[in-house]
């Protein structure tokens, strides 16, 4: 046996399964990107950069911010997030994935439980696995059952503090979370409540604020709001009381340990959050787009979502690869879904609506896949 022969042996089995992946190029019409309101190549975006170079900011963080790597534009980014979205505080992190493993692996403590939705994102299980808290899943979007979990907790002994993660928007179906049921729960529980915002943010809400916009400031939420998707840059804003806030920094090794993310990320996004204040036409445009995506598919027989996320559910791990392979030929960017990103037998078209195609294309794709499936 050869040194690599097992990761070899890992690689071919998920080939033989249809599950091995590849990287591949950008091609033909965004169907794929989670740049919901355009963002990302914006001319908006692009002047940001160029003022920020202009008058110094540097590229480079140079090092962990507490250390010499918080810069200013960290500080003045993080103040303006809480403003906006209405939060006590404001923590910014590098992505998304490295904001939920440090909440679910710093803030719930030895004694607490975590109950999570079935379906919230692999860095939420990440971040469980590497914390203190016991953790149990419920069915999906089901508040009783969430009850339920936690009743049976108490009844076992437990005594410490419930946290509850759900996503507001979830990625892969595109369906809500059922928030207020579930905040009554918390309130109810002496829970807190860890929403992931990061499909949510810049598509719903009063400005782009999200699902959880009502939410946010009580002193049980703790919200994850990511700026690679509809903000069109990368990162991510850890919201919440100030206490979670100091104590992510005094005890969170993702964030101690990690080089700050770049202060000129830093000042692309702070200009994002006032695109999401000054243009809503924006998001109404996207929302038109929406609603022509759901006519369209609807005449396939498929679920209106009223989001950006469009699943097309085909099952079977190779002919999701197949037909994705046979739309990108034909100019839609459109990538196949499969476990374990999705259930066993769940693997999916993930139909991606932006700003980056219009009517015509949306009309064009589905009237392909019509012909496909």
């Not at 009223?306 to 690869?321: A, C």
Request: aromatic share 4%.
């Amino acid at each position: 046996m050869t040194t690599l022969e097992p990761l070899e042996t890992d690689l071919w089995r998920l080939g033989e399964a249809g599950r091995r992946r590849t990287l591949r190029p950008r091609r033909g019409h965004d169907l794929a990107s989670n740049d919901y309101l355009g963002l990302a190549g914006s001319d908006r975006l692009r002047q940001a950069v160029s003022e920020a170079l202009a008058r110094g900011v540097p590229v480079g963080s140079g090092g962990s911010r507490l250390l010499r790597g918080n810069a200013e534009e960290h500080e003045q980014l993080e103040e303006q997030a809480a403003r906006f979205f209405g939060a006590k505080s404001a923590l910014f992190l590098g992505s998304g994935y490295a904001a939920n493993v440090l909440i679910l692996a710093t803030l719930p403590q030895r004694g607490d439980l975590v109950i999570h939705d079935d379906l919230v994102h692999a860095s939420v299980h990440e971040g469980m696995r590497l914390g203190r808290a016991e953790r149990t899943a419920f069915a999906h979007n089901d508040v009783e059952a969430a009850a339920d979990a936690l009743a049976s907790w108490r009844r076992s002994g437990g005594c410490g503090i419930p946290w509850i993660a759900v996503e507001s928007l979830y990625s892969m179906d595109g369906d809500q979370a059922p928030l207020a049921e579930l905040a009554a729960l918390a309130e109810q529980e002496g829970a807190m409540l860890v929403i992931d915002e990061a499909h949510a943010t810049g598509v719903f809400g009063p400005d782009g604020r999200g699902l959880a916009a009502d939410l946010e400031g009580q002193d049980n939420v703790v919200t994850l709001r990511t700026c690679g998707k509809a903000l069109g840059c990368e990162g991510a804003f850890i919201l919440g009381p100030s206490t979670v806030r100091d104590f992510l920094i005094n005890r969170g090794r993702g964030f101690i340990f990690s080089t700050a993310p770049s202060p000129l990320v830093a000042a692309t996004v702070s200009e994002a959050l006032c695109v999401l204040r000054e243009e809503p036409e924006r998001r109404e445009r996207l929302h038109a787009l929406l609603r022509h995506a759901d006519r369209e598919l609807t005449k396939l027989g498929l679920a209106a979502t009223g989001s950006p996320i469009q699943p097309v559910i085909i099952g079977d791990d190779r002919r999701t690869m197949e037909v994705a392979s046979e739309l990108q030929e034909l100019g839609f960017d459109v990538r196949g879904i499969r476990p374990p990103t999705v259930p066993a037998g769940a693997s999916r078209l993930r139909l991606s609506i932006t700003l980056n195609v219009d009517n015509a294309v949306i009309t064009d794709v589905a009237t392909v896949l019509g012909k496909l499936l």
